[in-house]
């Protein structure tokens, strides 16, 4: 591996190698490049990685339950690793499985028996019976319903369908844009192989200008052909980023960090044939795609350099479709082994909900989700509506082996009746920090403290308190409950001063609105202890700390960069720390991070961007606390790309459930 970079612009990488790079397009209000955005939007992280020898130092808090000031601190490589190697651990524990037993018996009133096991209907080695949504495999026997079984095992086949031998390409440099594409000789399908060098281009580090070397291949797809590339068989010390453009340039796909390695895979089915083109590139956290993919010297320098290996091929491939039935407010884990790379739950009107390839975040569930993990990928999802649901199975070729197991919320313990209570504490005194990762018990600063850096007296603390929590409880019950998906929703949100007699009580969970960076340990605006589908634990914790939110105006993650004359500063902060509070409250529950870049404005849209429109409220006339100030709450959004998953969150229908006073 070989990052060689030369220009202007100095960076220490967190592999310990101090770099210059070549001029870099100016970044825009977020502190992000064009070439970093377009990373983000496609999956890619722009933080440097941390491998080797410096992967035993602290990754910094996990940014899939952080909100971070700055995306560029995240590192996905990292923490994904530690989160598979973490979920396997946790997959078979003996508290796993009394946490399924239990929450079998309450659902049920008996014990749980055996998995259901179904055996694919799908002859062995062929394709196209169970290929879609529309003709899924039935299994009836699995449900929350005391008559079914809510545990279920898929035995399966992936088909290694016929497929064309790999024709050798040679590459010739220039390569490194789509009118300069190398041509695979792909023609509706096929297969192609090459060895290549990244770096050695005429904007390589060793003869060029060291702008990043870009190697583009050219191929034609015809219908229902998917493109399947691979630089998993190369040399392991290259740092390779895949990606699919189509013939006007735009990103359809990308890919990174596959199996764990350095080296990368990507399956992509077009929607309609036509001329299509892979991009190989080596990773560079200032962006590893073009700024321009049609100009060869388009990059930003600083990419990774070496020899891979691709193999690429278009051609059809198996997936499997399984339909179960489902109930409003049924949480569903699935988790893949063997051939199954990729899972998604597909809705009774054909729309993804849920998807992931290789992705696993089980470890992020509380101790007391009786969810499965610990695969090739785990999928978690809330059911909306009551009707039959597609599980898709995709990703490899052979036999698989597919859990599903659906339980009711976990609100609906038995037949008592409870009010699960949030409890904002606004002058904790000391928080045990390690819950997130921190150096262990700290001495905090209170919301007081934090008051007048936003010109608001500090006599006023307890009104914005008092305003901050009633944005909460919007958030969390009156929102929710007009929102109807669950006509029971059973939560209060209390102040702990007035509450003391609440704290470390059951079905209590505490939020902390108070503190600093450097008190705490951990650079974030806000970290949840846990992710937790179905709310099966109660008693989670999370803190929001107000040094960023509250520093001099410049920082677009500072509330005084949106205040001005006009302002109505206790509205507005009150709003926007209640936003941020909910955000975290909101991963307590089972939310994960939403898409910060489209342009629906989410209270779980990810940080490090967008904070003004996604979780301030910042109307349009860009100054907070003024009339036309957006209310953000709990809605409907893909995914954050670069968390792995795929498909539609509906974050005010997790939350409705997670709260579900039956």
Do not use: C
């Not at 005391?146 to 088909?159: H, P």
């Not at 929703?489 to 001063?497: E, F, G, H, S």
């Not at 939403?594 to 904070?611: E, I, Q």
């Amino acid at each position: 591996m070989r990052r060689t970079l030369v220009g202007a612009v100095v960076a220490t990488t967190a592999i310990g190698l101090t770099i210059t790079t070549t001029a870099v397009a100016a970044p825009d209000r977020d502190g992000l490049t064009k070439a970093q955005r377009d990373a983000l939007d496609v999956g890619l992280q722009v933080a440097p990685k941390t491998v080797g020898s410096q992967a035993k130092a602290a990754p910094g808090p996990n940014p899939y339950l952080a909100n971070l000031p700055s995306l560029e601190d995240a590192d996905y490589f990292r923490w994904n690793k530690q989160m598979r190697a973490a979920a396997e651990r946790r997959a078979d524990t003996a508290a796993l499985r009394a946490n399924r037993r239990a929450a079998t018996r309450d659902m049920t009133g008996v014990a749980p028996a055996p998995p259901f096991v179904h055996d694919e209907e799908e002859p062995a080695g062929s394709a196209g019976s169970n290929d879609t949504w529309e003709n899924a495999e039935p299994i009836p026997q699995f449900g929350t319903n005391r008559n079914r079984n809510n545990r279920l095992r898929i035995l399966g086949e992936l088909a290694d369908l016929p497929g064309a031998t790999p024709e050798d390409v040679e590459v010739t440099e220039d390569n490194g844009a789509i009118p300069l594409a190398t041509d695979t000789g792909i023609e509706g399908s096929g297969a192609a192989t090459t060895d290549s060098v990244l770096g050695d281009g005429p904007h390589g580090s060793e003869t060029g200008d060291g702008s990043n070397d870009f190697e583009f291949f050219s191929m034609e797809v015809g219908a229902g052909q998917s493109i399947l590339a691979s630089t998993l068989g190369g040399p392991s010390g290259t740092d390779t980023v895949l990606a699919v453009y189509d013939a006007d340039g735009t990103t359809l796909a990308a890919a990174d960090d596959s199996a764990g390695t350095l080296q990368s895979e990507l399956t992509y089915t077009p929607e309609e044939p036509g001329t299509y083109y892979l991009l190989v590139a080596g990773y560079d956290f200032f962006g590893p795609l073009p700024n321009d993919p049609f100009d060869s010297g388009s990059g930003n320098g600083g990419a990774d350099e070496g020899g891979y290996t691709l193999d690429l091929s278009v051609q059809q491939i198996d997936r499997d479709f399984y339909s179960v039935r489902l109930r409003p407010g049924d949480t569903v884990g699935a988790v893949g082994n063997g051939a199954a790379q990729t899972l998604a739950v597909t809705t009774p009107s054909g729309e993804e909900r849920v998807g992931g390839t290789n992705t696993d975040a089980s470890s992020l569930y509380p101790p007391t989700s009786p969810l499965p993990g610990g695969g090739n990928t785990t999928v978690s999802y809330v059911a909306e509506e009551a009707g039959w649901y597609a599980v898709e199975v995709a990703g490899g070729t052979g036999d698989y082996d597919v859990t599903v197991e659906a339980y009711r919320p976990g609100a609906e313990v038995d037949e008592t009746r409870r009010t699960q209570t949030v409890l904002l504490d606004f002058d904790p005194g000391r928080v045990n920090a390690g819950t997130w990762g921190g150096p262990g018990v700290r001495e905090v600063s209170p919301f007081s403290a934090f008051v007048p850096r936003w010109g608001i007296p500090r006599a006023s603390a307890r009104q914005v308190e008092r305003q901050v929590l009633q944005e909460v409880r919007a958030n969390l019950r009156r929102e929710v409950q007009a929102g109807g998906l669950n006509p029971d929703v059973n939560v209060d949100v209390l102040d702990a001063r007035n509450h003391q007699n609440l704290i470390g009580k059951e079905n209590v969970s505490r939020i902390y609105v108070a503190g600093t960076i450097d008190e705490t340990g951990i650079p974030t605006i806000g970290i949840a202890q846990y992710i937790d589908p179905g709310n099966f634990g109660h008693e989670d914790e999370a803190i929001v700390l107000l040094d960023v939110l509250s520093e001099p105006a410049g920082p677009v993650s500072s509330l005084n960069t949106f205040i001005g004359a006009s302002s109505d500063r206790v509205a507005f902060v009150s709003q926007a720390v209640g936003n941020v509070t909910a955000h975290e409250v909101g991963h307590t529950i089972g939310n994960y991070h939403t898409d910060n870049a489209n342009d629906v404005h989410n209270v779980m849209d990810s940080g490090g961007a967008n904070f003004a429109d996604n979780l301030y409220g910042v109307g349009p006339d860009g100054i907070g606390g003024t009339a036309d100030d957006e209310n953000i709450g709990f809605r409907t959004d893909t995914y954050s790309p670069v968390e792995g998953f795929t498909g539609l969150e509906d974050t005010l229908n997790v939350t409705a459930w997670a709260y579900s006073g039956r």
